[in-house]
């Protein structure tokens, strides 16, 4: 086994407990939100691993340290009001929903993690996910996509004021 | 032996003290380096902060810790020891400077309590999610000078020794782990269960999210000036002639009209970053107690106030190596002062190694100013109300920071096009027009800000149903 | 510093987008400098820059067809017609919305600069071969359409109705992406035919990702355009939005999914076999369970919305005729239906916007009751919209339907075409119960007669029936209009073939 796979199964496992800890680990939102953090920041360093450093950065500035944030001030805020957000009793959907997602899981992971057996490592150029290449990419051929982008942006700004005005 | 002999054998990959592979011991030393300073120079820091602010406010300070006076002999309860004639009733003053390690010491001796109803595992992770960050920021500074003078490559020691680690994403690095500092504070405030530390708590999230903004697009300008996110390559442009022009003065961001903009938008960023007067509403004193750690005590105590001191510490670092040369002493380039003035070739040259050998003093002292300011600051401005902070925050420093922005771009692409002065006719113009533009919108912005108060926008819910509910104590 | 070098850009090709985004942005600015003022200048300013965008689209049919930059917009008769389609219908939206959100008390000027967008970013999904521009199309026009359902926070059913789309959304969104990813992954390349690519790969764990992704993608699509199985948010959303937002998005979210649907399958011609059997049977089901729902429906918006689901299906069977046989099936019946669609939902909508009053609403069938005493030329309008849902001879919507059908049969595709015919027939009863609660029963005890319709309204209904009656009448024109088939101009299914 080589450094590569080791430090890719160590960070993997950890991003898997992070994303398993969102939705299977109790049912206190704070706790998933934290682990999502994890998930977050472990994923970041996938991507450094990659030779994605703008990528990784981005990933954990971004969603790590922004948007992790504004879900944990939402969190904190409603937590006030509504302790009880999942619904305690349980039904037969449980085990079909393992079993189909159990099923969807294999079925996925034949086709897909199968032809991937053999890769060790990523056959990249030296100048890959450096920000000098990508802000090149962005500013040429993706530069109206990238203009798209600001106008989504805009509309989600615009939308949730619409949504805060008072009510009559 | 000869100390970078060493060091560059480390880093051709020899092995290093018992056997140990070279390049393990040099990344080590180097983190060491840093981490190391931080953790002693941050009781210095908190001594500094008290006496400082007692003389703003006349007082004194702690000024009598390890203050030893001998007598003639020490006594104990069978025998003496007579001291030697020197010492006899003479005081040892220390300036207090050992208060912070009696602070230390009665911190670590203090009960250490845990309330009863707290969220266990988040409320002890909060502290060191709360120090981590501060230390984890210092990775991409470099405190001494990546080339020996009168060489454009990189050479000499320090560019061995630092940066830890001189990746493409320096500054983005930064910003990226100063936003997590903000998860201590939080999931301090939360697990607590503490409706004042969960304020606190809730006002650092917002504070920390309003204030990233401004924050990024600052240095945002100064990286699209160098070109670079490199931390080393901030440097190397600020060792540039002045102003493009003046070649004897080093072109610190800070003497440049955009740079000025920048570093006052990224300095109050920066205090809000780290939670310091007058930015200290998560941990209002006479409004939440303590905000997000009230519930804290002891120890967990005192790595809140370490994470806090360190991110301070850390942050000016960021600073002074953004905007203020980084390790150089003086705003001087020696090197052509050197080859200007062959008369006083000689001086200059010493000056010049002089200059790369006390860089990282240098970088200590532009920090430590850092840290005086922040300190004057917090003597000096009343806390902001929370209303006040966002409008600063989102009203004025982020469009300040975006019209900034937008000035370093026209620059840029002026001076490509035509030349110097065209870049600095178009800087101008462009200033004027956006000062132009900002009164017209401040204008427009206090119209709409009286209009909104007529409409009478209330962001949370007022109707009937869902307010608290009154029980006649009498009754129940 | 090195420079790439910059180069040449189709500025027409991003003419149109560009000015709608751009309006957007000016009626921002407009709102932002003269607040609480009233919105005529914003809806002015929205109506010239609609306008000019849709100028800028009239002389693109001549130019050139083709692609730009790098494949991310393109210019073809599909594209060309929904976009001037999509602006037609924000244009209508806009002229009856400023009385209505007035009625209703919730005049903000946000609705226009977010309809705005919503509409540039339909016109970006159907102009486009990348896959990533499509997300960023979905995305700009969903975000602004979830904003827009909530817009009336007044009303729980409002609220309650955003929650639903923005959860379903972002559901099916994912799913989009999800698909985006798979095709990504074995081909590296986000053009919309990466299906060919793999499949031309010859390695069978490419074709099995690419099926995969593929399969994601269209069950992200068929939830945007609401078919069956997919459609359970419509009824609700459909219902609890704003009606003239409701209009807008019935219309707008409807032809650029099904736009984008168009150009997606055309690209999956090689995997036509995996998936064929299923946009089949989702045919079926989306025009009967639309249909048969509709049936049993008490309120008219709901009534709609079921509609809407099955005219989803009718549009999917006339792309699937496409699809089968392109060399003989061209895509002009499936845009002559969305044309009529556009329209005569609109107008419906428009009508049924009047039962809003002091800002309330109420949208059963009983709330229609004497609109016909209150708003005789939009009663009397109404008819002809029913007319053309249902599918009565001189109407567009009957030439639609009648064109689908002949596909359909030159396509092979008996089944669906019977289907078409018998689920219309059915469709005949709830449409004809909606102008019975107009006409023929009178207002209860309560009458209150503000709420009269306001010019702007009348002009949209009257636009909306003049259309009706022109596109039918010239239908054999319209027809050769949206035909792309001469000239060399590949249809869409063949020419994604050929890039291969």
């Known amino acids: 086994m080589s450094g590569n796979q080791i430090v890719f199964i160590v960070l993997a496992a950890i991003a898997c407990i992070g994303a398993a800890g969102v939705v299977v680990f109790g049912d206190n939102p704070v706790r998933s939100a934290l682990f999502l953090v994890l998930n977050f920041f472990v994923l970041g360093f996938l991507y450094f691993t990659l030779g994605a450093q703008l990528l990784g950065i981005s990933q954990i500035l971004v969603y790590a340290g922004a948007i992790m944030v504004l879900f944990l001030f939402v969190i904190m805020m409603l937590q006030q009001q509504s302790a009880f957000l999942r619904s305690t009793e349980s039904d037969g959907r449980g085990p079909i929903a393992w079993l189909l997602g159990a099923t969807m899981f294999m079925t996925v992971g034949a086709a897909v993690l199968a032809p991937l057996g053999g890769v060790t490592g990523s056959p990249i150029l030296d100048t890959f996910g450096t920000p000098q290449s990508i802000g090149k990419v962005l500013f040429t051929g993706y530069a109206w996509p990238f203009l798209i982008s600001s106008v989504l942006l805009l509309v989600g700004i615009v939308g949730s004021i619409l949504l805060a005005k008072r009510k009559f | 032996m000869n100390v970078q002999a060493i060091v560059e054998g480390w880093a051709a990959g020899g092995a290093g003290p018992l056997g140990i592979p070279g390049p393990l011991v040099l990344a080590v030393t180097k983190v060491m380096l840093v981490v190391g300073a931080v953790l002693t120079l941050v009781p210095g820091l908190i001594w500094w902060e008290r006496r400082l602010l007692s003389w703003m406010q006349d007082r004194i300070g702690p000024n009598r810790t390890g203050t030893i006076t001998f007598g003639t002999k020490i006594a104990f309860r069978f025998f003496e020891i007579p001291l030697p004639k020197f010492l006899h009733n003479r005081k040892i003053r220390t300036f207090g400077l050992l208060q912070p390690i009696a602070d230390g010491v009665k911190l670590f001796f203090k009960e250490d309590i845990t309330p009863a109803t707290i969220d266990r595992k988040v409320y002890f992770i909060a502290p060191a999610l709360a120090l981590f960050p501060a230390f984890a920021l210092g990775g991409t500074l470099p405190w001494g000078a990546s080339h020996v003078p009168f060489s454009e490559i990189a050479g000499g020691l320090y560019h061995i020794l630092t940066p830890i680690a001189d990746v493409e994403i320096g500054i983005l690095y930064v910003l990226a782990i100063s936003s997590l500092g903000a998860y201590g504070v939080i999931l301090a405030g939360w697990a607590s269960n503490n409706k004042y530390s969960l304020m606190g708590g809730l006002r650092a999230s917002a504070q920390v999210i309003s204030y990233e903004l401004g924050m990024g697009v600052s240095l945002a300008c100064v990286a699209l000036a160098v070109g670079s996110l490199k931390m080393t390559e901030m440097v190397r442009a600020q060792e540039q002639p002045l102003w493009g022009g003046l070649p004897a003065v080093q072109n610190w961001f800070l003497f440049t009209p955009f740079g000025f903009v920048a570093a006052v938008i990224f300095l109050i960023c920066i205090i809000a970053e780290t939670n310091r007067a007058p930015f200290d509403l998560p941990e209002a004193e006479n409004e939440l107690i303590a905000g997000y750690h009230t519930e804290y005590s002891s120890m967990k105590f005192a790595v809140f106030f370490m994470g806090e001191y360190a991110a301070m510490f850390v942050l000016s670092g960021v600073f002074a190596t953004v905007f203020l040369g980084g390790p150089n002493l003086m705003p001087v380039n020696w090197a052509y002062l050197a080859d200007a003035y062959p008369a006083a070739r000689g001086a200059f040259e010493g000056m010049a190694w002089v200059n790369y050998w006390l860089g990282p003093l240098a970088f200590l002292a532009k920090c430590a100013a850092g840290i005086t300011f922040f300190i004057w600051l917090r003597a000096t401005l009343p806390r902001l109300r929370y209303d006040q902070l966002m409008t600063l925050g989102w009203k004025v420093l982020l469009p300040a920071a975006v019209a900034n922005f937008i000035v370093v771009g026209l620059w840029i692409v002026a001076t490509e096009v035509y030349g110097p002065l065209g870049g600095w006719a178009a800087m101008l113009g462009a200033f004027a027009v956006l000062g132009v533009l900002y009164m017209n919108f401040a204008a427009a912005t206090k119209a709409s800000v009286l209009a909104t108060g007529r409409r009478g926008v209330t962001m949370v819910d007022p109707s009937p149903r869902r307010s608290v509910k009154m029980v006649d104590p009498n009754k129940a | ?396 919507g009957f030439f639609g339907k009648m064109f689908i059908f002949n596909d359909a049969l030159a396509a092979g595709l008996l089944p669906l075409a019977l289907v078409l015919a018998v689920t219309s027939v059915v469709s005949a009863y709830y449409y004809l119960g909606i102008i019975q609660a107009v006409f023929v029963q009178e207002e209860g005890a309560v009458k209150n007669e503000s709420g009269r319709p306001q010019a702007g309204l009348n002009l949209a209904v009257l636009l909306c029936a003049l259309a009706i009656f022109g596109i039918s009448l010239g239908a054999e024109n319209v027809l050769k209009f949206m035909a792309p088939a001469e000239d060399g101009r590949q249809p869409v299914a063949e020419r994604t073939v050929a890039q291969r």
């Open chain 3, 1 to 396: 510093m090195s420079y790439q070098p910059i180069p040449t850009i189709d500025w027409w090709a991003i003419a149109p987008v560009s000015i709608v985004m751009v309006t957007g942005i000016v009626a921002l600015l407009i709102e932002m400098f003269r607040p609480n003022r009233n919105n005529n200048t914003i809806v002015a300013v929205s109506l010239v820059g609609l306008f000019l965008a849709g100028l800028s689209v009239v002389p693109q049919f001549s130019m050139p067809f083709g692609s730009s930059f790098g494949g991310m917009v393109v210019r073809d008769y599909l594209g060309l017609v929904l976009q001037l389609l999509l602006i037609t219908v924000c244009f209508v939206a806009f002229l009856f919305s400023e009385p209505y959100l007035r009625e209703k008390r919730i005049a903000f000027a946000e609705f226009y600069q977010l309809a705005l967008w919503a509409s540039a970013g339909g016109m970006i999904m159907v102009t486009t071969e990348n896959l990533l521009m499509f997300f960023l199309g979905l995305e700009v026009l969903g975000i602004a359409l979830y904003c827009l359902t909530g817009m009336c926070r007044q009303e729980l059913r409002s609220e309650e109705s955003a929650m639903k789309y923005f959860l379903l959304g972002a559901f099916g969104t994912a799913f989009v992406l999800m698909g985006i990813a798979y095709l990504y992954g074995p081909t590296g390349s986000l053009r919309i035919d990466a299906v060919s690519i793999a499949v031309a790969s010859d390695q069978p764990h490419f074709v099995l990702m690419a099926l995969f992704g593929f399969g994601l993608l269209l069950v992200g699509l068929c939830f945007k355009s609401a078919l069956v199985p997919f459609h359970q948010w419509t009824p609700d959303v459909y219902q609890g939005a704003p009606t003239n937002v409701t209009a807008f998005m019935a219309s707008t979210s409807k032809i650029a999914a099904i736009g984008a649907l168009i150009r997606v399958l055309a690209a999956g011609a090689p995997l036509v076999s995996y998936w064929f059997p299923i946009m089949f049977w989702v045919a079926i089901l989306s025009m009967v369970v639309g249909n048969f729902a509709a049936l049993v429906q008490k309120d008219v918006k709901r009534t709609l919305g079921y509609s809407s689901v099955a005219n989803g299906g009718y549009m999917l069977v006339a792309v699937l005729a496409h699809v089968q046989a392109p060399e003989k099936v061209s895509l002009a019946s499936t845009l002559f239906f969305i044309t009529g669609y556009g329209v005569m939902t609109m107008g419906a909508f428009a009508v049924v916007s009047l039962a809003a009053r002091d800002g309330k609403e109420g949208t059963r069938f009983q709330d229609l009751h004497g609109l016909w005493h209150r708003a005789p030329f939009a009663a009397g309008c109404l008819i002809l919209f029913v007319a053309s849902l249902i599918g009565v001879p001189p109407t567009v």
